[in-house]
């Protein structure tokens, strides 16, 4: 067995361990989860630091386990939340949980049983409330329930008991595993380690047994700022709500300061590989190997090489020397299909003013905005900066008579397209 508690370490993967857990993880072959929250039918970049934990759980020689919360769904995780979540409804949870099996049968092997999926709605459909009370819920108090942070930090503003109830359903996931899959071992973000330290407890009371927890920290920038999120919003792993394209943008304009810690935590690279990354980096950050590197990796893995292979044709477009008319050719149409496209009828352009179409296709989020940009020469219209923001469409080039490229700063490109 490799030693997993290493291995997360160095990668930056640990924020609190529970004592005895390095003793758990060299007894032999243990199984050990992670819960996903299906309130959409994607899992964004954020879900990856989870996800990576059961990946290396896996490479250790372990089993992991993803639990998609089919029922806890049903009800809103308040951790980190400070206001109550949209409920969703059946049909809604049971799509976003099969879109997410897919997602994770791609960094986890489940062949010959090797990992598992389990929905937590299989073990609650059938269980009365009252029942549920009665078993499972004279177990904690509710001054421990209140003590933990999830709660404590609802308490001023509010939390209604369906969302106050979710560290006991989520505990009792964590005892039916240990149950029926010997599961001894629950791991997430640091948010999660009063939910998951609740399910130790219950196992402890319910059950005579003992389990663990392991989290990892909440990933933020640089800056401070909540990672995962670019100014359209989250970036999807699927590809239908981020391109590909836009997805490997968003890894290979990581900060310098940023990078170095993004690697080791989403890729699978060793260790004296990043080192060696890092030492070329500094001698040429104008590179940005690291970036590359990183975007790459991450990528290739969430899209496969077809999606690699259309996020770096799109980035030769857009970001290569040439200008927009050079670039014309067999291969042009191919870009427009990856690139984030606005598209409207030719009648829509009639008497539109280039302002109003940059508002319309979300390339501004206001007036001010577009204006402030234009005035600094960061806006630029098939590669050359407009005249006014007040031009008419109909005086611009369209590139073969349908599509203007517009680039707003350095590195956001989007299309404008006339059907």
Same mark, same amino acid.
């Given at each position: 067995m490799a030693d997993l508690l290493k291995e997360l370490t160095w990668r930056g993967l640990i924020h609190d361990v529970?004592?005895?857990?390095?003793?758990?993880?060299?007894?032999?072959?243990i199984a050990g989860y992670v819960g996903f929250d299906p309130t959409a039918d994607s899992l964004h970049v954020g879900n990856m630091v989870p996800m990576m934990l059961l990946v290396h759980l896996?490479?250790?020689g372990h089993k992991p386990i993803a639990l998609v919360g089919g029922a806890t769904g049903m009800v809103g995780d308040p951790s980190g939340k400070s206001d109550e979540r949209k409920l969703l409804d059946s049909d809604t949870l049971n799509h976003n949980v099969a879109c997410i099996k897919k997602q994770l049968e791609k960094f986890l092997d489940?062949?010959?049983?090797?990992?598992?999926?389990?929905?937590?709605y299989d073990w609650f459909k059938e269980y009365k409330f009252l029942d549920f009370l009665r078993d499972v819920g004279k177990h904690l108090t509710v001054n421990y329930m209140l003590a933990k942070d999830s709660v404590k930090n609802r308490i001023e503003t509010g939390i209604s008991f369906t969302e106050f109830s979710y560290q006991l359903i989520q505990g009792y996931d964590y005892l039916h595993l240990y149950r029926h899959h010997g599961c001894k071992l629950q791991m997430?973000?640091?948010?999660?380690?009063?939910?998951?330290?609740?399910?130790t407890e219950l196992i402890r009371r319910m059950d005579g047994g003992e389990?663990?927890?392991?989290?990892?920290?909440l990933l933020t920038k640089s800056d401070g700022t909540k990672f995962g999120k670019s100014e359209g919003g989250n970036i999807w792993l699927d590809p239908k709500k981020?391109?590909?394209?836009?997805?490997?943008?968003?890894?290979?304009?990581?900060?310098?300061?940023?990078?170095?810690?993004?690697i080791r935590i989403f890729t699978l690279l060793d260790e004296p590989t990043i080192l060696d990354l890092e030492s070329r980096h500094s001698e040429n950050p104008a590179s940005r190997l690291i970036q590359r590197t990183l975007a790459h990796e991450i990528t290739l893995k969430v899209h496969g090489e077809t *999606?690699? %292979?259309? =996020?770096?044709?799109?980035?030769?477009?857009? +970001? *290569?020397? %040439?200008? =927009?008319?050079?670039?014309?050719?067999?291969? +042009?149409?191919?870009?427009m299909r990856i690139a984030p496209t606005f598209s409207k009828e030719k009648e829509y352009f009639d008497d539109k003013e280039l302002l109003d179409i940059l508002i319309d296709a979300g390339v501004f989020p206001s007036k001010s905005e577009?204006?402030?940009?234009?005035?600094?020469?960061?806006?630029?219209?098939?590669?050359?900066?407009?005249?006014?923001?007040?031009?008419?469409?109909?005086?611009?080039?369209?590139l073969e008579n349908h599509y203007l490229i517009v680039q707003k700063g350095k590195k956001n490109f989007h299309i404008i397209r006339k059907i």
């Open positions: 529970m004592p005895g857990t390095e003793t758990l993880l060299k007894e032999g072959q896996q490479r250790a489940f062949e010959s049983g090797k990992a598992e999926i389990v929905n937590n997430g973000g640091s948010d999660q380690w009063g939910n998951i330290t609740s399910g389990a663990f927890a392991l989290t990892a920290p981020t391109s590909p394209y836009a997805f490997y943008q968003f890894w290979i304009n990581a900060s310098d300061e940023d990078v170095s810690k993004l *999606g690699l %292979k259309d =996020a770096l044709l799109a980035t030769s477009f857009f +970001f *290569g020397e %040439k200008n =927009a008319e050079s670039l014309l050719g067999e291969w +042009f149409n191919e870009v577009a204006r402030r940009m234009f005035q600094s020469g960061g806006l630029k219209i098939n590669y050359e900066k407009p005249n006014a923001l007040e031009t008419k469409l109909e005086d611009l080039i369209f």
